[in-house]
């Protein structure tokens, strides 16, 4: 027994005496508790409304005024023909929209049933099949309030789902679980590889050879920029022939911007390493920096529409947000480097600035 609290005192000292890993451990729970608690949520806000109208009289103003009304909703667009809805559904900018048929109140007042399409975004069947049900009540609540004035009459909904139409899960979680295994290879081993190497000496080894700081890091990266890029050509074949998710768009962009991601998972992995002393440290710095975010704000399971406005404003900067709108709107979508320019010029930025970052950071701990 003596023994064993020796062991027990020798441990806990060991811990208090390494404050970032005890910070970490304090921090750890605080985060996950606030993150979780705020991130997970399976209502839908804020949905991205576009409004097809060719025709505007009292009846429809009253009917666009319902769903402005109503606080899921956010009219982004009205439009006289649904020529411009492609291109706000393939950018991201229209997550639903109503297309109200021309004549819209002349059918009501002659009893001749009116109808409207309400078309969703289906790329996260989830959030799709909520949006639908909310723009079907509020077609329904209208018809009510409607009817109880004007006496009989039918509003005929019709439903429609976009780029997912079988609304199968498989589609929404696959192109994300490429993020999440690309982040685990990437960051989380280097992280850990790297500060292994300073535990058991071999890094004092690079200290004396000629080589520069930014070779060292390319040597110890590169290995792992060819496993993650053996494990995005293991992901989508198993994707394709396993799990039938189709892949709609350029197959060679999709490779072309999984490399992109990878270097920039890879630069954080190696600040994590530069930055942390023991392999405890850089686990715990990886699975808060990199996984968690992953997981939770990268809209990878969580939509992220839903989420309060600070951590919408804070998956700005998490790496995986981006990849995933790209994964999806190549696989799912169909869609090119016209309409994704922006999130892959976001993942070029960060690769550039967490590269000349890491390669500082690790020349500091060299010196």
Same mark, same amino acid.
Not at 100 to 111: M, N, S, T
Not at 183 to 207: C, D, N, Q, V, Y
């Given at each position: 027994?003596?023994?064993?609290?020796?062991?027990?005192? &020798?441990?806990?000292?060991?811990?208090?005496?390494?404050?970032?890993?005890?910070?970490?451990?304090?921090?750890?729970?605080?985060?996950?508790?606030?993150?979780?608690?705020?991130?997970?949520?399976?209502?839908?806000?804020?949905?991205?409304?576009?409004?097809?109208?060719?025709?505007?009289?009292?009846?429809?103003?009253?009917?666009?005024?319902?769903?402005?009304? +109503?606080?899921?909703?956010?009219?982004?667009?009205?439009?006289?023909?649904?020529?411009?809805?492609?291109?706000?559904?393939?950018? =991201?900018?229209?997550?639903?929209?109503?297309?109200?048929?021309?004549?819209?109140?002349?059918?009501?007042?002659? =009893?001749?049933?009116?109808?409207?399409?309400?078309?969703?975004?289906?790329?996260?069947p989830n959030t799709g099949s909520t949006i639908q049900g909310y723009a079907e009540r509020v077609v329904q609540q209208f018809e009510r309030e409607v009817r109880a004035n004007a006496g009989v009459l039918q509003i005929v909904?019709?439903?429609?789902?976009?780029?997912?139409?079988?609304?199968?899960? &498989?589609?929404?979680?696959?192109?994300?679980?490429?993020?999440?295994?690309?982040?685990?290879?990437?960051?989380?081993?280097?992280?850990?590889?790297?500060?292994?190497?300073? @535990?058991?000496?071999?890094?004092?080894?690079?200290?004396?050879?000629?080589?520069?700081?930014?070779?060292?890091?390319?040597? &110890?990266?590169?290995?792992?920029?060819?496993?993650?890029?053996?494990?995005?050509?293991?992901?989508?074949?198993?994707?394709?022939?396993?799990?039938?998710?189709?892949?709609?768009?350029?197959?060679?962009?999709?490779?072309?911007?999984?490399?992109?991601?990878?270097?920039?998972?890879?630069?954080?992995?190696?600040?994590?390493?530069?930055?942390?002393?023991?392999?405890?440290?850089?686990?715990?710095?990886a699975l808060v920096g990199t996984m968690l975010p992953t997981m939770i704000l990268s809209g990878f399971i969580f939509p992220i529409e839903s989420m309060p406005a600070v951590l919408r404003y804070l998956s700005n900067i998490?790496?995986?947000?981006?990849?995933?709108?790209? +994964?999806?709107?190549?696989?799912? &979508?169909?869609? =090119?480097?016209?309409?994704?320019?922006? @999130?892959?010029?976001?993942?070029?930025?960060?690769?550039?600035?967490?590269?000349?970052?890491?390669?500082?950071?690790?020349? @500091?701990?060299?010196?």
């Amino acid at each position: 027994m003596r023994s064993l609290f020796g062991l027990l005192r &020798k441990e806990a000292l060991h811990i208090i005496r390494d404050k970032r890993t005890l910070t970490v451990l304090l921090l750890l729970p605080v985060i996950q508790v606030v993150i979780f608690g705020y991130a997970i949520r399976t209502d839908v806000d804020n949905v991205r409304l576009a409004v097809v109208d060719p025709a505007p009289d009292e009846m429809t103003l009253r009917l666009r005024s319902r769903f402005t009304a +109503a606080a899921v909703f956010r009219t982004v667009a009205v439009l006289p023909n649904e020529a411009p809805l492609e291109r706000l559904f393939q950018k =991201g900018a229209a997550q639903a929209a109503l297309i109200i048929e021309p004549r819209f109140a002349e059918h009501l007042a002659r =009893g001749i049933p009116a109808r409207i399409l309400i078309i969703t975004d289906a790329t996260d069947p989830n959030t799709g099949s909520t949006i639908q049900g909310y723009a079907e009540r509020v077609v329904q609540q209208f018809e009510r309030e409607v009817r109880a004035n004007a006496g009989v009459l039918q509003i005929v909904p019709q439903a429609r789902l976009r780029f997912n139409p079988t609304a199968e899960s &498989k589609n929404l979680f696959v192109p994300g679980l490429m993020a999440f295994i690309l982040t685990i290879i990437s960051s989380l081993m280097t992280a850990i590889t790297i500060t292994r190497e300073k @535990e058991t000496g071999t890094m004092e080894t690079l200290l004396v050879s000629p080589l520069r700081p930014w070779q060292i890091i390319v040597g &110890k990266v590169a290995p792992y920029l060819a496993l993650g890029f053996i494990s995005i050509v293991g992901v989508l074949l198993e994707a394709r022939l396993i799990f039938r998710v189709p892949i709609r768009g350029s197959l060679v962009l999709l490779l072309a911007e999984g490399l992109l991601f990878i270097l920039v998972s890879l630069a954080l992995g190696v600040l994590i390493s530069a930055r942390t002393s023991n392999q405890r440290v850089a686990m715990l710095g990886a699975l808060v920096g990199t996984m968690l975010p992953t997981m939770i704000l990268s809209g990878f399971i969580f939509p992220i529409e839903s989420m309060p406005a600070v951590l919408r404003y804070l998956s700005n900067i998490i790496p995986a947000r981006w990849f995933v709108v790209i +994964a999806r709107g190549i696989m799912l &979508k169909g869609i =090119g480097l016209g309409y994704l320019w922006q @999130e892959t010029a976001i993942l070029v930025f960060m690769a550039l600035f967490l590269l000349v970052v890491s390669t500082r950071s690790f020349s @500091e701990r060299l010196e």
